[in-house]
């Protein structure tokens, strides 16, 4: 059975400094990893999507990088923003076809 | 434009109650979900649809019942509200099942069910 950590819960961080949210995952045996962010009383937005084959993904200030051997993956964010306060969340495809695992997510807080 | 809709957006109803709620996506899109919320926001699936065909289903209680009429619609049955499915209901679509490497899940803004 596949299961999702994330690490910390919870972030608070200044404005403009660069960090990065940790997701690890048991079954190494993935067909990708999405990273989202969820607003609170919102859906989930998708931010980027990586395949098993790739080591890492960028868009914009977001860096998503994944080393599947090892079971984790990181997001980076450069020069944070208070738009950036959200929640986090990776979820896992596979192993099992058709089937995706979510961590519980990293809540960030980014002050003016 | 809205990509994965959800009706309703908010949902009070009675304990014993039955009630649907509806998706629709215009992404043309084959693979549709359905995922949980639950009150520590927790998010876990609980069925997917391809191409109207059943190809996951959790382990969820039977009063749920997914109605796929055609690819683009994806509506979630429950029979016998209890207080204990107070959640928030999420419906997603990708291009094809999971299973290919290049899927990227898109959701819908929930639809936020509260069992008094």
């Known amino acids: 059975k596949q299961e999702v950590t994330q690490i910390p819960a919870a972030l608070s961080v200044p404005e403009g400094e660069n960090l990065v949210l940790n997701c690890s995952f048991t079954d190494s045996a993935i067909y990708n990893l999405q990273w989202f962010r969820q607003d609170p009383g919102k859906g989930l937005t998708s931010l980027l999507l990586?395949?098993?084959?790739?080591r890492e993904q960028t868009s914009g200030r977001l860096n998503a990088s994944l080393d599947k051997s090892s079971g984790r993956s990181t997001l980076y964010i450069a020069a944070s923003q208070p738009g950036d306060s959200a929640t986090y969340l990776c979820a896992v495809n596979g192993p099992n076809a058709g089937k995706s695992t979510f961590g519980d997510g990293t809540t960030l807080t980014v002050k003016p | 434009d809205t990509a994965v809709s959800q009706t309703p957006k908010y949902l009070v109803t009675q304990m014993g109650n039955d009630k649907s709620i509806k998706c629709e996506q215009n992404?043309?899109?084959?693979?549709m979900y359905w995922y949980k919320q639950d009150s520590k926001k927790f998010l876990k699936i609980m069925f997917s649809?391809?191409?109207?065909?059943?190809?996951i289903n959790e382990t969820v209680p039977n009063r749920f019942s997914p109605k796929s009429p055609d690819k683009a619609h994806l509506n979630l049955h429950i029979n016998s509200l209890e207080l204990g499915d107070s959640a928030v209901y999420f419906c997603?679509?990708?291009?094809?099942?999971?299973?290919?490497?290049?899927?990227?899940?898109?959701f819908g803004p929930g639809t936020r069910l509260t069992v008094l």
């Open positions: 997603a679509s990708s291009p094809t099942g999971l299973a290919g490497p290049y899927n990227e899940q898109f």
């Open positions: 649809y391809n191409n109207k065909e059943l190809i």
């Open positions: 992404l043309g899109h084959d693979t």
């Open positions: 990586i395949q098993s084959s790739q």
